[in-house]
């Protein structure tokens, strides 16, 4: 009795941790989604309202993201999305996505990136903290 008391447990929280993260999946997923949405329109200041004013890197992607609008028009496109889990509070996900010029007078390689990115929470809603490139494919 005790046993089949522990596993019914198990299986209940492992039901309420699978619904809680497709949550945050969900939320995080809207987040990228913005993100990418706000930075092909460039709207400087709906892309910034995705990242988390403490990030190690908010300043810098202001300062980066600001001669890219100036100099190209580049599309944006979503192609994978992997939520990978929690850890303390960063929620951790895994992208591919695409990037393509339309317009501009400089040079840009079209590429395809596989990124992980991590969120955190500011005001109760996640936002950008930071990312890492895993693979970057350049295309014409």
Excluded: C
Aim: without cysteine; hydrophobic residues 40%; aromatic residues 12%.
């Amino acid at each position: 009795m005790v046993k089949f008391f522990r596993v019914g447990f198990l299986v209940v929280l492992t039901a309420i941790s699978s619904s809680v993260f497709a949550g945050v999946a969900e939320d995080v997923k809207a987040v990228v989604e913005e993100n990418m949405t706000a930075t092909q329109s460039e709207d400087m200041e709906r892309m910034m309202n995705t990242i988390h004013r403490q990030s190690p890197s908010y300043q810098a992607t202001r300062q980066q993201v600001a001669p890219l609008f100036q100099q190209y028009d580049l599309t944006y496109e979503l192609n994978d999305y992997e939520f990978v889990g929690m850890t303390g509070e960063f929620a951790v996900v895994k992208v591919s996505q695409t990037t393509r010029k339309v317009g501009g007078a400089g040079a840009f390689n079209n590429n395809q990136l596989e990124l992980l990115q991590a969120f955190k929470k500011e005001g109760g809603q996640w936002k950008f903290w930071s990312q890492t490139i895993l693979t970057m494919r350049f295309f014409k």
